[in-house]
């Protein structure tokens, strides 16, 4: 099966796409309910299988809508009415992501906070994008973490030194922070949540190795050094040396 829009995330996943069987009629069925055509990166997703167990997966447990599940939400706070499908909501109900169906193959997805989408924030990518961030930041980063930190603002001293040194990823907004930053080296991975004064840190390699030389490399950035923490003995051992005889 050859993806025109979700090839990546597959890529990332190491996994073979595969048509699911009886997805055309799920799909059709929902176009027909909203009187909408779906977009062709929502129709491609949707057709294949697992596609709401990866998106279940690969997040804190938020469930994914099945597209009979699916809500069109219109609303007319602007010139021209505008037209949001819902597709995931946060655990708690926190919050819920759509896409807009704004007419573009790849829409743009939103993340509401209880006005039924009169002020959305818009997480600045398309679906496919959106769906890829979701696997990264679950796969390379947060199911594999070591070592975190909740720290003060992140500052753009801080930003200018990753994005001398890693390769920068997809910046999306909206939950879980204001500002999802990525940040990719080899196997070494950081993922910044930012929300007000505060930014998460998330570290993540594949080796304790390779983790010892993220640690290295980020140890000065906005006081990391003191507010580094693990919730395992590898990590925290790393910790503890590099607090001991701290890298110059």
Known sequence: MILQFHARTFALLQKHPAYA???????????????????????????????????????????ALPPS???????????????????????????????ELDGSDDPPVFVDY????????DCSAPFSTHLYTCVWDWAKVVHRCFIQAQNGPLSEYALTF????????????????????????GDECVLVWTRGELADWHLATDTITTLATLIRTLWPLDGLNISLWSHTPVGQALLDHFRQSPPT
Request: with cysteine.
């Open 21 to 63: 069987p009886g997805a055309d009629i799920a799909l059709t069925a929902l176009e027909k309910r909203i009187h909408t055509p779906l977009p062709a990166a929502l129709w491609e997703w949707y057709s294949m299988e697992d596609a709401l167990d990866i998106l279940n997966r690969y997040s804190n447990t938020d469930p």
């Open 69 to 99: 599940q699916m809500r069109l939400i219109t609303t007319h706070d602007t010139p021209r009415p505008r037209h949001f499908l819902t597709f995931r909501h946060e655990n708690q109900g926190v919050c819920t992501w759509a896409i």
């Open 114 to 121: 209880d006005t039924d989408f009169h002020d959305p924030i």
């Open 162 to 185: 990753l994005r001398s040194r890693f390769t920068a990823g997809p910046i999306t907004y909206g939950f879980p922070g204001d500002t999802q930053y990525r940040f990719l080296r």
